[in-house]
């Protein structure tokens, strides 16, 4: 592989190199762990401006439940709540409540 890099000079060498570092570092189980942690919005309009293409929820992060629209009991009225988009919220392990 140096021999490759040889013809292009040291400096493509090195950066290869750091980029494949980057590459290894990324693919960490904490950056994983960090990838699949949702973002939490106090606001429904602030998770509306994050992702206007997906469905806002209300989760309740300590249980791990969210609900879907204001039609529902608890919709953005726990305690210990906030608005998440729904495809986040999937891919951070929380469930859709079984009834509202």
């Known amino acids: 592989m140096r021999q490759k890099y040889r013809q292009l000079g040291r400096d493509a060498w090195l950066k290869t190199c750091v980029l494949g570092v980057v ?17 939490l919005f106090q606001f429904e309009r602030e998770a ?9 929820v209300w989760v309740n992060p300590k249980t791990g439940i969210y609900v879907f629209s204001s ?7 726990t305690k210990p709540g906030a608005y ?4 986040e919220g999937k891919a951070a392990g929380y469930r859709a409540a079984k009834k509202g």
Request: charged residues 25%.
């Open 23 to 39: 590459v290894a570092t990324s693919q960490s189980s904490f950056d994983r762990a960090a990838a699949a942690e949702p973002r």
């Open 48 to 56: 509306r401006q994050h992702c206007p293409s997906d469905t806002i």
């Open 71 to 77: 039609d529902q009991r608890w919709y953005g009225k």
């Open 84 to 87: 998440v988009c729904q495809l």
